[in-house]
Protein backbone atom coordinates (compact mmCIF):
# COMPACT_ATOMS: atom_id res chain seq x y z
CA UNK A 1 0.00 0.00 0.00
CA UNK A 2 1.10 3.19 -1.05
CA UNK A 3 0.33 6.72 -2.24
CA UNK A 4 1.06 5.14 -5.76
CA UNK A 5 -1.59 2.25 -6.11
CA UNK A 6 -4.45 3.51 -5.01
CA UNK A 7 -6.74 1.48 -2.83
CA UNK A 8 -10.38 0.54 -3.89
CA UNK A 9 -12.64 1.26 -0.74
CA UNK A 10 -16.28 0.54 -0.70
CA UNK A 11 -18.36 2.97 1.93
CA UNK A 12 -21.99 1.57 2.35
CA UNK A 13 -24.04 3.14 4.60
CA UNK A 14 -27.74 4.46 3.97
CA UNK A 15 -26.47 8.27 5.85
CA UNK A 16 -24.99 10.16 3.38
CA UNK A 17 -23.60 12.47 6.40
CA UNK A 18 -21.52 9.69 7.88
CA UNK A 19 -20.68 8.27 4.26
CA UNK A 20 -19.39 12.11 3.90
CA UNK A 21 -17.50 12.08 7.13
CA UNK A 22 -15.77 8.94 5.89
CA UNK A 23 -15.05 10.55 3.12
CA UNK A 24 -13.69 13.16 4.35
CA UNK A 25 -11.20 11.23 6.54
CA UNK A 26 -10.03 8.81 3.97
CA UNK A 27 -9.48 12.41 1.48
CA UNK A 28 -7.18 13.65 4.47
CA UNK A 29 -5.19 10.14 4.89
CA UNK A 30 -1.03 11.11 4.38
CA UNK A 31 -0.10 7.94 3.77
CA UNK A 32 -2.49 6.30 1.01
CA UNK A 33 -4.98 7.00 -1.72
CA UNK A 34 -8.31 5.89 -2.53
CA UNK A 35 -10.62 5.66 -5.43
CA UNK A 36 -13.84 5.91 -2.65
CA UNK A 37 -17.43 4.72 -4.04
CA UNK A 38 -20.03 4.68 -2.02
CA UNK A 39 -23.52 2.85 -1.54
CA UNK A 40 -26.53 3.73 0.08
CA UNK A 41 -27.84 -0.08 -0.12
CA UNK A 42 -26.52 -3.44 0.25
CA UNK A 43 -28.37 -4.46 -3.29
CA UNK A 44 -26.33 -2.13 -4.94
CA UNK A 45 -23.27 -2.61 -3.30
CA UNK A 46 -23.23 -6.89 -4.11
CA UNK A 47 -24.33 -5.73 -7.74
CA UNK A 48 -21.04 -3.64 -7.98
CA UNK A 49 -19.19 -6.15 -5.81
CA UNK A 50 -20.51 -8.80 -9.26
CA UNK A 51 -18.14 -7.51 -11.49
CA UNK A 52 -15.42 -5.63 -9.16
CA UNK A 53 -13.41 -6.44 -6.30
CA UNK A 54 -12.55 -3.74 -4.02
CA UNK A 55 -9.60 -3.44 -1.77
CA UNK A 56 -11.89 -2.66 1.39
CA UNK A 57 -15.30 -2.34 2.36
CA UNK A 58 -16.48 0.13 5.15
CA UNK A 59 -19.92 -1.52 6.21
CA UNK A 60 -22.72 -0.32 7.97
CA UNK A 61 -24.26 -2.90 10.20
CA UNK A 62 -28.26 -1.96 10.28
CA UNK A 63 -29.29 -1.11 6.09
CA UNK A 64 -32.51 -0.45 5.41
CA UNK A 65 -32.39 -3.28 2.25
CA UNK A 66 -30.08 -5.51 5.11
CA UNK A 67 -28.04 -6.02 7.57
CA UNK A 68 -24.43 -5.66 7.27
CA UNK A 69 -23.99 -9.42 7.92
CA UNK A 70 -25.87 -10.91 5.37
CA UNK A 71 -24.10 -8.68 2.75
CA UNK A 72 -20.82 -10.26 4.11
CA UNK A 73 -22.24 -13.45 4.00
CA UNK A 74 -23.77 -12.85 0.23
CA UNK A 75 -19.99 -11.19 -0.61
CA UNK A 76 -17.94 -14.07 1.08
CA UNK A 77 -20.53 -17.16 0.35
CA UNK A 78 -22.22 -16.24 -2.95
CA UNK A 79 -19.34 -14.27 -4.66
CA UNK A 80 -16.41 -16.22 -3.60
CA UNK A 81 -14.96 -12.67 -2.45
CA UNK A 82 -12.33 -13.38 0.17
CA UNK A 83 -9.90 -11.05 -1.05
CA UNK A 84 -11.97 -7.45 0.25
CA UNK A 85 -10.70 -6.76 3.46
CA UNK A 86 -14.03 -5.38 5.66
CA UNK A 87 -14.07 -3.40 8.43
CA UNK A 88 -18.18 -3.51 10.14
CA UNK A 89 -19.52 0.00 11.30
CA UNK A 90 -22.22 -0.22 13.62
CA UNK A 91 -24.13 3.05 16.01
CA UNK A 92 -24.05 0.90 19.07
CA UNK A 93 -20.54 -1.25 20.65
CA UNK A 94 -22.43 -4.26 20.70
CA UNK A 95 -20.39 -7.01 21.56
CA UNK A 96 -22.43 -9.82 19.82
CA UNK A 97 -22.72 -7.76 16.44
CA UNK A 98 -18.61 -7.49 16.67
CA UNK A 99 -18.38 -11.11 17.63
CA UNK A 100 -20.81 -12.18 14.40
CA UNK A 101 -19.10 -9.77 11.84
CA UNK A 102 -15.67 -11.18 12.74
CA UNK A 103 -17.08 -15.02 12.31
CA UNK A 104 -18.43 -14.78 9.15
CA UNK A 105 -15.43 -12.80 7.64
CA UNK A 106 -15.01 -8.75 8.76
CA UNK A 107 -11.57 -8.33 9.18
CA UNK A 108 -12.60 -5.29 11.65
CA UNK A 109 -15.24 -3.22 13.87
CA UNK A 110 -15.78 0.52 14.77
CA UNK A 111 -18.27 1.96 16.42
CA UNK A 112 -19.57 4.96 14.64
CA UNK A 113 -18.94 8.29 16.44
CA UNK A 114 -15.82 6.23 18.83
CA UNK A 115 -13.36 6.72 16.18
CA UNK A 116 -10.89 9.53 14.51
CA UNK A 117 -9.42 9.69 10.94
CA UNK A 118 -6.13 7.86 12.02
CA UNK A 119 -8.25 5.10 13.39
CA UNK A 120 -9.84 4.47 10.02
CA UNK A 121 -6.55 4.67 8.35
CA UNK A 122 -5.14 2.31 10.76
CA UNK A 123 -7.90 -0.08 10.85
CA UNK A 124 -8.21 -0.40 7.03
CA UNK A 125 -4.38 -0.28 6.49
CA UNK A 126 -4.30 -3.29 9.32
CA UNK A 127 -7.90 -5.14 7.22
CA UNK A 128 -5.98 -4.95 3.75
CA UNK A 129 -2.67 -5.89 5.10
CA UNK A 130 -4.60 -9.16 7.38
CA UNK A 131 -6.06 -10.08 3.90
CA UNK A 132 -2.91 -9.56 1.97
CA UNK A 133 -0.97 -11.79 4.42
CA UNK A 134 -4.10 -14.99 4.80
CA UNK A 135 -3.65 -15.02 0.77
CA UNK A 136 0.38 -15.91 0.70
CA UNK A 137 0.08 -18.13 3.12
CA UNK A 138 -2.99 -19.83 1.33
CA UNK A 139 -0.55 -19.91 -2.00
CA UNK A 140 2.42 -20.80 0.02
CA UNK A 141 0.04 -23.96 1.24
CA UNK A 142 -1.24 -24.82 -2.32
CA UNK A 143 2.86 -24.86 -3.42
CA UNK A 144 3.48 -26.83 -0.46
CA UNK A 145 0.85 -29.42 -1.53
CA UNK A 146 2.37 -29.71 -5.12
CA UNK A 147 5.76 -30.33 -3.85
CA UNK A 148 4.56 -32.71 -1.66
CA UNK A 149 2.00 -34.52 -4.36
CA UNK A 150 5.44 -34.89 -6.41
CA UNK A 151 7.65 -35.79 -3.95
CA UNK A 152 5.12 -38.87 -3.54
CA UNK A 153 4.78 -39.35 -7.08
CA UNK A 154 8.28 -39.40 -7.43
CA UNK A 155 8.98 -41.67 -4.75
CA UNK A 156 5.58 -44.07 -6.35
CA UNK A 157 7.84 -44.59 -9.43
CA UNK A 158 11.14 -45.15 -10.17
CA UNK A 159 11.16 -44.93 -14.24
CA UNK A 160 12.69 -41.91 -15.14
CA UNK A 161 10.15 -41.89 -17.68
CA UNK A 162 7.43 -41.85 -15.77
CA UNK A 163 8.76 -38.96 -12.91
CA UNK A 164 9.64 -36.51 -15.52
CA UNK A 165 6.06 -37.00 -17.05
CA UNK A 166 3.99 -36.99 -13.87
CA UNK A 167 6.51 -33.68 -12.34
CA UNK A 168 5.44 -32.15 -15.76
CA UNK A 169 1.90 -32.45 -15.31
CA UNK A 170 2.05 -31.40 -12.15
CA UNK A 171 3.59 -28.46 -12.48
CA UNK A 172 1.77 -27.34 -15.57
CA UNK A 173 -1.41 -28.25 -13.58
CA UNK A 174 0.08 -25.55 -10.91
CA UNK A 175 1.35 -22.82 -13.11
CA UNK A 176 -2.20 -23.57 -15.61
CA UNK A 177 0.27 -23.90 -18.58
CA UNK A 178 -0.52 -25.89 -21.79
CA UNK A 179 3.28 -26.73 -21.85
CA UNK A 180 5.69 -27.51 -19.20
CA UNK A 181 9.83 -28.59 -20.49
CA UNK A 182 11.70 -30.36 -17.68
Not at 70 to 82: C, I, K, T, V
Not at 90 to 105: C, L, P, Q
Not at 135 to 162: D, G, N, T, W
Request: glycine residues 2%.
Amino acid sequence: MNQYSPLTVLLIDDSAVDRYIYRQYLQHDKLNNYEILEFQSTKQAISWCEQHTPDAILLDYLMPDDDGLEFLRQLRENLNNNKSAVIMLTGAGDEMIAVSAMKNGAQDYLVKNHFNPKTLHSAIRHAVERIKLTQQLEKSQEQQQLIAQIALRIRQSLKLEEILHQTAQQVRQFLQADRVLV
